[in-house]
């Protein structure tokens, strides 16, 4: 069940969703290891949005795994797909339709999945989307514990909020066609 919250909190969770499908994307095409399951603890800050500190994730491989076949599917709308592994470094290079608009990102990517990573990506878009002709998101995440008692893969627990399960969220009818109407 999708739970109410803000357009905010909703775009910030889309943003969580596909930074985490940069990374799966990447560790599709390279090899990259998949994070580690359980509790991780993401760090997310777009410029010109105010902070709304740390959210939680509770992850396994499945829910890795979906958001890959979710990426799978974006893929199909990018010309470009560039994506480059050295070292503890990975770096993605895309463009791709959403809608009307076309975007172009370059996102890097450096640190363990197992543990901790961080990443920075800056993508434009031509003509602007809802007004923003670019962004940059700036990303850390840690790995904490396995997930509490209580939590299942996907729930996504954001500061002052209630959780939401994004397995459940992208897997929903109303979010299904949300997407569509965006295309």
Same mark, same amino acid.
């Given at each position: @069940?999708?739970?109410?919250? %803000?357009i905010?909190?909703?775009?910030m969770l889309?943003l969580?969703?596909l930074a985490a499908?940069a990374i +799966?994307?990447?560790?599709?095409? =390279?090899d990259i ?5 359980g &509790?991780w603890e993401?760090n997310?800050q777009m410029?010109?949005a105010p902070n709304m500190?740390?959210i939680? /994730?509770?992850?396994d491989q499945n829910?890795d795994?979906m958001? /890959?076949?979710?990426e799978k #599917? ?6 470009v797909? %560039?994506?480059?592994h ?9 463009v791709? #339709?959403f809608? $009307?608009t076309?975007?172009?990102s %370059?996102?890097?990517?450096? $640190?363990s999945?197992? +543990? ?12 602007p &989307?809802? $007004?923003?002709?670019?962004t940059?998101?700036? &990303?850390e ?5 396995p997930c509490q008692? $209580? /939590?299942?893969?996907? %729930?996504?627990? &954001?500061?002052? @909020? #209630?959780? =939401?399960?994004?397995n459940?969220m @992208?897997n929903?009818p109303?979010f299904q066609? @949300?997407?569509? /109407?965006? #295309?």
């Amino acid at each position: @069940m999708i739970r109410r919250f %803000d357009i905010h909190s909703l775009s910030m969770l889309l943003l969580i969703g596909l930074a985490a499908s940069a990374i +799966s994307v990447a560790a599709q095409a =390279v090899d990259i290891p998949k994070r580690k399951s359980g &509790l991780w603890e993401v760090n997310m800050q777009m410029d010109g949005a105010p902070n709304m500190g740390a959210i939680q /994730q509770c992850i396994d491989q499945n829910t890795d795994n979906m958001m /890959q076949q979710y990426e799978k #599917k974006a893929k199909s709308d990018c010309s470009v797909m %560039d994506i480059k592994h050295q070292g503890n470094k990975f770096t993605l290079h895309s463009v791709c #339709k959403f809608g $009307g608009t076309v975007s172009t990102s %370059d996102a890097v990517f450096t $640190g363990s999945f197992d +543990s901790a990573y961080e990443g920075e990506i800056k993508t434009s878009y031509s003509p602007p &989307l809802h $007004g923003r002709a670019e962004t940059k998101v700036s &990303l850390e995440a840690k790995w904490l514990s396995p997930c509490q008692p $209580g /939590q299942k893969p996907g %729930d996504v627990m &954001l500061p002052n @909020m #209630k959780g =939401v399960n994004i397995n459940e969220m @992208m897997n929903s009818p109303k979010f299904q066609e @949300m997407l569509k /109407q965006q #295309k």
